[in-house]
C-alpha cells in the first residue's frame, strides 16, 4: 500500500499543477475604461501578444477606432471588447462617432 | 426666414427667455430641465425625419447617432426628475425652441436628396452651436442641483461632440 500511493497521486498532483500554471495562450490584459465621454489613460506596458481590453461605462453608444485600421470595436453602454496587439508602435484611435475622443496606445516588443 | 437667424434668435431666447418669465434673474431647475429635455427631443425628431428621407449611409448614421445619444441623456435626465422629485416646467425658451424647430422641419420636409442632406447637416451644425452655447452660458451655471448640473454638463460634452461630427460631415458633403 505505501509503494501504491505516490504512484496514485502522481497523476493528481500533475493536473493541479497544470490547472494552476495559466495557459500559455492567454495574453495579459490591460483594460481601459471608458466614462463621460472619453477614454481612460492608456495602460504602461502593452507588449506585442498582450491584449487590450475597453469597458464602456458611459451611457453613450462609442467605438475604439484605430486609425491604421488594425482595430475597430463597438461598444453599446456596458459593454467590453478586447483586441490583441500584433506588433509594436504607437496606435493612435478615437470614436468614430464622438471624434473628439481619442487615445493613444504604445505596444512594445 | 432663415434658420440661421431663427437660431441665433434662439439663443438669445435661451440667455433671456427664461429669465423673463421669472422675477428673479435665472431660469429654475424644472425650467432648465424642460428647456434641456426639449432641446435633445427637436435633435432626436430631426434625426428620425433624416432617417426616412436621406439614403446617404453617412448622413443616415449620423441621424442615428443623433437619435440614440440624444434617447440616452433624455432617459438619463428623466429618471433624474422623477428622483430628484422635480417636474419639468414648459416656459418660454422651450416653446420657442419647439415652434422654430417645427417650422424647420416643414422647411427640410420640402427638400430631397443631397439638397436635403446638406440642410439638414448645415442645421445640425448649428443647431448644436445654439445649445451648446445656452448650455455653457445659461443652463449649466443657473442650474442649482448638482446632479442636474453634471448631466447638462455630459449634455454639453456631447453636444460639443455632435457639433463636431457634424462639421466635418458638412465637409465631407461639400456645404
Same mark, same amino acid.
Given at each position: 500500500?505505501?509503494?501504491?500511493r505516490p504512484a496514485l497521486l502522481a497523476p493528481l498532483l500533475i493536473a493541479a499543477a497544470l490547472a494552476a500554471r495559466p #495557459?500559455? *495562450?492567454?495574453?495579459? !490584459?490591460? =483594460? $481601459?475604461? $471608458?466614462?463621460?465621454?472619453?477614454?481612460? *489613460? #492608456?495602460?504602461?506596458?502593452?507588449? !506585442?501578444?498582450? *491584449? =487590450?481590453?475597453? !469597458?464602456? &461605462? &458611459?451611457?453613450?453608444?462609442?467605438? #475604439?477606432? #484605430?486609425?491604421?485600421?488594425?482595430? &475597430?470595436? &463597438?461598444?453599446?453602454p456596458g459593454a467590453t471588447a478586447r483586441t490583441i496587439m500584433r506588433s509594436a508602435g504607437e496606435i493612435a484611435y478615437d470614436c468614430r462617432f464622438h471624434p473628439g475622443m481619442r487615445g493613444r496606445l504604445v505596444v512594445q516588443k | 426666414m432663415?434658420?440661421?437667424?431663427?437660431?441665433i434668435g434662439a439663443a438669445a431666447m435661451l440667455a433671456s427667455g427664461a429669465a423673463q418669465a421669472q422675477t428673479t434673474a435665472a431660469p429654475t431647475d424644472p425650467q432648465i430641465a424642460h428647456i434641456a429635455y426639449t432641446a435633445g427631443q427637436i435633435d432626436i425628431e430631426a434625426g428620425q425625419q433624416a432617417l426616412k428621407k436621406s439614403r446617404n449611409a453617412k448622413v443616415r448614421a449620423f441621424a442615428e447617432e443623433m437619435v440614440r445619444d440624444h434617447t440616452a441623456v433624455n432617459d438619463k435626465a428623466l429618471a433624474l426628475v422623477k428622483k430628484l422629485g422635480v417636474t419639468p416646467e414648459p416656459n418660454p425658451t422651450s416653446a420657442s425652441l419647439s415652434s422654430q424647430a417645427k417650422t424647420k422641419l416643414d422647411e427640410l420636409a420640402k427638400l430631397d436628396g443631397a439638397a436635403f442632406d446638406r440642410a439638414y447637416v448645415e442645421n445640425e451644425v448649428a443647431y448644436h452651436k445654439t445649445v451648446n452655447g445656452a448650455l455653457s452660458s445659461t443652463l449649466i451655471p443657473d442650474a442649482k442641483n448638482p446632479e442636474l448640473k453634471s448631466l447638462l454638463s455630459t449634455g454639453l460634452k456631447l453636444f460639443q461632440e455632435h457639433q463636431m461630427h457634424a462639421e466635418h460631415l458638412a465637409k465631407e458633403l461639400g456645404s
Open positions: 500500500m505505501r509503494r501504491g #495557459a500559455a *495562450a492567454d495574453p495579459k !490584459v490591460h =483594460v $481601459i475604461h $471608458i466614462a463621460d465621454m472619453a477614454f481612460g *489613460a #492608456a495602460p504602461a506596458g502593452i507588449k !506585442v501578444g498582450d *491584449a =487590450v481590453e475597453w !469597458v464602456n &461605462d &458611459d451611457m453613450f453608444e462609442h467605438t #475604439a477606432t #484605430a486609425r491604421d485600421h488594425s482595430f &475597430d470595436l &463597438d461598444l453599446e | 432663415n434658420w440661421r437667424y431663427l437660431v
